[in-house]
């Protein structure tokens, strides 16, 4: 595979996760709520590379033009970000220590949760459909499939190292300001919210 084309897709796959949404959202509030960030990130990461897998299998296509099927999933991916939203914004951290205590939570779970926000996220099967396809070499000595996965990898790269980012200055700035936390907390839960009616109001007006 030509390193020109995995470095064209590089830079697009970087712009892409510096753009705030979802992902960015549950990374701040993992920040805020969690005293790390890995299982949150991790979850996100398996999420992308769930859609990686699927979009090499290609069976993201066949989604794409069903629209039964397509619909269904823009609805779970909608309904799950409302419900992520509802739960920031009723259990809002009062405090560090509080934030803390909620962190013997499973870890699996937080991951779970990580990776529900970036494994039903249409928007991101959709992008992956039409992204990945574009730097491979159908006539290139490796598969296809396995140049979509190669891809995947380094779409990973730049995943871990922004959501990461992301969640740990989240945690660093707003440790001594509780005022802060609660306020990140609550606006990550209307980001959720928001973001889940507009994937759902997309859908119906299509």
Known sequence: MAVGAVAAFWAVSFLFVLTPGADWAYAITAGV????????????????????????????????????????LTAAGAAYLVWLGVVMLSRPPASVEESDARASQSWLRQAATGMGVSGLNPKVLLLFVALLPQFTDASGSWPVALQILLLGAVHLVSCAVIYTG???????????????????????????????????SEQLVA
């Open 33 to 72: 709520r969690h005293r790390t960030v890995l299982p949150a990130v991790g979850g996100m990461l398996s999420g992308h590379l769930l859609m990686t897998a699927v979009v090499a299998a290609g069976v993201a296509a066949l989604v794409a033009r069903t629209p039964v099927l397509m619909t269904g």
């Open 166 to 200: 992301v969640g740990t200055c989240a945690r660093v700035v707003l440790r001594a300001r509780p005022a802060a936390m609660r306020t990140v907390s609550t606006v990550s839960g209307i980001v959720m919210i928001g973001l889940g009616a507009v994937l759902l």
